[in-house]
């Protein structure tokens, strides 16, 4: 099993972060190894999306997400092609902006190898978190 929790500090409000972090299918826009993220359904700060990641092979489960804005996500996997994928995003005010933790443990299934699972968790995380702070500025600076 492969785990990660990093934190990042962001100049946007909690709020702004927030939507991008809940803004799912809009991933595919600004995360390369998302190929698209489809909205299943959403009601009383439930959702559930499936994805379909693309690191050297192509990799589809659905999460069911609790919202709870603008403070936290947190999911569980429903199905797909990795055995575990859960995690948290937890969002809270700080000087400058918001503060972001996220934690992630993701278990890989029989036919997902195990470098692309740590690949996925250890080495795009830095870059992954980077492109939701860089999204939060801009959908700061839009509204």
């Known amino acids: 099993m492969a785990e990660a929790e990093r934190c990042i500090e962001v100049a946007a409000a909690p709020e702004a972060l927030f939507a991008v972090i809940t803004d799912y299918e809009a991933y595919s826009e600004f995360l390369p190894e998302i190929e698209s993220a489809t909205l299943l359904s959403r009601r009383d700060g439930h959702a559930r999306v499936r994805f379909v990641l693309n690191i050297v092979k192509r990799i589809t489960y659905t999460l069911d997400l609790e919202e709870t804005a603008p403070t936290s996500v947190r999911w569980t996997m429903k199905d797909g092609d990795l055995r575990k994928n859960s995690g948290s995003w937890a969002v809270e005010e700080a000087p400058r902006g918001s503060r972001a933790t996220y934690k992630v443990e993701v278990e890989v299934g029989m036919f997902v190898p195990g470098a692309i699972v740590s690949r996925l ?14 999204r939060a500025l ?4 839009s509204t």
Do not use: D
């Not at 968790?121 to 860089?134: I, K, M």
């Not at 801009?138 to 600076?141: A, D, S, W």
């Open 121 to 134: 968790v250890g080495e795009t995380l830095p870059a992954t978190l980077e492109a939701f702070a860089q």
């Open 138 to 141: 801009t959908r700061g600076e």
